[in-house]
């Protein structure tokens, strides 16, 4: 029997021990309070009853919430993991180019860099964060001839070699 089946098991003996605890306790209590009225009482077999009902029903659905909160768990460690997986190897792929390759957003921030673009620019670290013309160029305003800006106006790719100065 695998684990989740027992699990299960354990989970419904205990619904049922609670369920018969709870539609009883009306009975019990009346048993050392009122020893005169018989456990077998037709009110105690009828609030018994009704309330095994309603008890068994909220905690039937509470372990089916418990139980798809757990699936959902689950699942989403096992995404996560597959992501970080995946983010690796495109990370280990990404520093493994001998170019230097830099992602930017739309203002000109550094967003990312390989280890060869480290490697270069190295007595400006940390890149991540810094705009490229400052990084890279230790200018105050973008490139006049800068193949980034041209690819986000025009929607095309764009290449230029940037003179340092």
């Known amino acids: 029997m695998n684990k989740a089946k ?11 021990i609670v369920v018969l605890f709870i539609a009883n306790l ?3 209590v009346d048993l050392f309070l009122h020893p005169e009225i018989s456990y ?3 009110e105690h077999l009828i609030v ?8 068994a029903t909220l905690l039937g659905e509470l372990m089916f919430y418990i139980q798809r ?8 460690r096992r995404s996560d993991d597959a992501l970080k997986e995946s983010e ?16 930017l957003d739309k203002e000109m921030n550094i967003i990312s860099v390989n280890a060869v673009m480290e490697e270069w620019y190295a007595h400006n670290l940390p890149l991540t964060g810094k705009k490229c013309y400052e990084a890279y160029h ?16 025009r929607g095309k790719p764009d290449y230029e070699v940037v003179p340092f100065t």
């Open 40 to 42: 077998f009482d037709n």
């Open 26 to 28: 009306n009975s019990i």
């Open 69 to 76: 909160l757990e699936n959902i768990y689950y699942e989403q």
């Open 138 to 153: 230790g200018r105050k305003e973008p490139c006049k001839v800068c193949p980034s800006i041209r690819t986000l106006r």
């Open 88 to 103: 690796s190897f495109l990370r280990s792929i990404f520093d493994s180019i001998q170019d230097g390759i830099s992602i």
């Open 6 to 16: 027992k699990s299960l098991i354990k989970k419904i003996i205990f619904v049922a």
């Open 48 to 55: 018994g009853g009704i309330t095994a009902f309603a008890i």
